[in-house]
């Protein structure tokens, strides 16, 4: 079945300076690549996702890019804030269907 | 997106019994699944709770277990039966809408068992 592994498993940067996380799958079938950010208590939010079909998406301060070839994919963001600091969650979905398997989390800390 | 509510939101339980989670969401969605998520761990799926018919259930996890129901196109129960104090996590819902792929989770129930 799906594998994603996703490094680092944490990160601490200064605030304003950029994050990357960094996320490998397994299943050549995967098309659907989302990314969430959990706070502390609350669920999990998706951010931004990526499909197969495309090899970047840009919305403000996060990015996320996706190689086919090499199955992996990475988020970046960008000036962070202290806000940003949360756990954050890489997922493909198996055999190109519905199922999500997740990585196993980034946890990032912003220092002000 | 679906306004997706959960219910309890929390509870402690003796082990030995069982509890029943609720999902309720706002709109009719497609797909609903259950997940869990250990302390300080990654989500892990459950099962698929199909409209009418019975559950998909992951490597790992039995009906008997985690029996699941979702009687119509906005609503499913998960029951964590028979449980240990191995069986303390967050159990979250989420559902997908029509025509998308894209998954929203619900607030998630916090299980404690002794």
């Known amino acids: 079945g799906e594998n994603v592994e996703q490094h680092p498993s944490t990160l601490s940067v200064q605030e304003g300076d950029s994050a990357v996380i960094k996320c490998t799958y397994s299943?050549?079938?995967?098309?659907?690549f989302p990314w969430y950010k959990q706070e502390l208590g609350k669920r999990p939010q998706l951010i931004i996702d990526?499909?197969?079909?495309?090899g970047e998406k840009k919305d403000q301060r996060i990015a996320v890019t996706l190689n086919k070839t090499a199955k992996h994919f990475s988020l970046h963001i960008t000036e962070t804030q202290p806000e940003d600091s949360a756990v954050y969650f890489c997922?493909?979905?198996?055999?190109?269907?519905?199922?999500?398997?997740f990585g196993g989390g980034t946890r990032v800390l912003v220092k002000p | 997106s679906a306004v997706i509510s959960q219910k309890p939101s929390r509870d402690i339980c003796q082990r030995g019994t069982s509890l029943t989670i609720q999902c309720q969401v706002d709109?009719?969605?497609?797909?609903m699944f259950w997940y869990r998520q250990q302390p300080g761990q990654s989500l892990t799926l459950i099962a698929t709770?199909?409209?009418?018919?019975?559950?998909?259930?992951e490597s790992g996890f039995v009906i008997d277990k985690f029996p699941i129901s979702r009687p119509n196109l906005t609503f499913s129960t998960l029951t964590v039966s028979n449980m240990s104090p191995e069986d303390s996590s967050i159990y979250l819902c989420?559902?997908?809408?029509?025509?998308?792929?894209?998954?929203?989770f619900g607030p998630g129930t916090r299980l404690t068992v002794l």
């Open positions: 989420s559902v997908e809408g029509w025509g998308t792929d894209t998954q929203y």
């Open positions: 997922a493909a979905n198996k055999a190109a269907g519905n199922k999500l398997t």
């Open positions: 990526i499909r197969s079909n495309v």
């Open positions: 709109s009719q969605v497609t797909m």
């Open positions: 299943d050549s079938a995967s098309n659907y």
């Open positions: 709770a199909n409209q009418g018919s019975e559950a998909t259930y």
